[in-house]
């Protein structure tokens, strides 16, 4: 066989069973679905994230998030185009809940009117056992949001992580 011949085959079998193996584990989306009046699904992100979300009514509506990636950390996202927060301005917030607070708690301004901050993994069960979640900015309320329907969420947003899970596990097998 002529050496520029068996070249290209081994080439050309070095390219098939990857493009093969991209192909037959790409990881399987968790659709999005609604729960107890929470919708919850995977992020299309690198790290592997699950998120539930709310929009509560009023002038302007304001959106909670909460995300957990594969390995358990929960973040929290909250937006309301009328706050005067600013993008990458880092800012000090009291997170009341009915099953737990955390004060001082260090937030970052990701976009105009945005708040986001990453909690300890216990958050997660105090956001699933709570009724409400007051926000403050030095004494000052920033808004007060019923987390009607978190337990159920939150339950749900945990099989989202485990399935994200097992899609990264079966492609680290492979």
């Known amino acids: 066989m002529p050496v520029h011949l068996k070249a290209f085959l081994l080439a050309s079998l070095a390219v098939v069973p990857t493009e093969l193996f991209a192909q037959s584990y790409i990881p399987k989306p968790y659709h999005p679905r609604e729960v107890a009046g929470w919708t919850v699904g995977s992020v299309e992100d690198e790290g592997g994230s699950c998120m539930m979300y709310m929009d509560y009514e009023g ?55 945005g708040l986001y901050t990453k909690f300890d993994k216990n958050f997660s069960n105090h956001f699933a056992k709570s009724n409400y979640l007051n926000i403050y900015r030095d004494g000052i309320v920033i808004d007060k949001l019923s987390l009607k ?19 990264a596990d079966a492609i680290n097998r492979e």
């Open 149 to 167: 329907g978190s337990g159920a969420a939150v339950a749900e947003l945990r099989r989202c992580v485990a399935h994200i899970q097992r899609e």
């Open 59 to 113: 002038i302007p509506s304001t959106r909670l998030a909460l995300i957990i990636d594969w390995d358990s950390n929960p973040s929290l996202m909250i937006k309301n185009r009328d706050w005067t927060v600013k993008k990458n301005e880092k800012y000090k917030i009291d997170y009341e809940l009915s099953f737990g607070e955390y004060r001082d708690h260090p937030t970052l301004g990701w976009d105009d009117g």
